[in-house]
């Protein structure tokens, strides 16, 4: 079992920056992959960036490279995501997901455990 909390969300003008947690308890970190999913009204969950269970590879979305960086803290159990030169297209609930697999999934269905979410709005 992996518990999942995202926190960090809110709103910002374009431009701006948040950073976003995902604080995780259960399994060990090294036991699994973790993402980040951004879902907007009307619209389907879809993946933002995933760090692999080694910490060692990441991937992101081509809509926020560049812009979002993935992070780890293994000793406070914790993955981040940095935004920055947010865009309002970025408005979405955030969503923290780990993937118990091999390898660095990038699809919603390849994921395990879930967080419930976090709010971020992105004003013009």
């Known amino acids: 079992q992996v518990q999942l909390v995202e926190s960090g969300g809110g709103l910002v003008q374009a431009g701006g920056s948040l950073r976003l947690s995902c604080a995780a308890s259960?399994?060990?970190?090294?036991?699994?992959?973790t993402g980040w999913f951004r879902q907007a009204p009307g619209k389907e969950r879809e993946f933002v960036a995933a760090i692999s269970r080694s910490g060692g590879s990441t991937s992101y979305a081509d809509s926020v490279k560049g812009r979002f960086t993935i992070s780890r803290d293994i000793t406070e159990n914790t993955v981040y995501l940095q935004m920055n030169s947010l865009l309002p297209e970025d408005t979405a609930v955030y969503y923290c997901?780990?993937?118990?697999?091999?390898?660095?999934?990038?699809?919603?269905?390849?994921?395990?455990?879930w967080g419930q979410g976090t709010q971020v709005t992105v004003s013009s």
């Open positions: 259960g399994r060990t970190f090294r036991t699994y992959a």
């Open positions: 997901a780990a993937d118990l697999s091999w390898g660095l999934a990038l699809n919603v269905e390849e994921y395990d455990y």
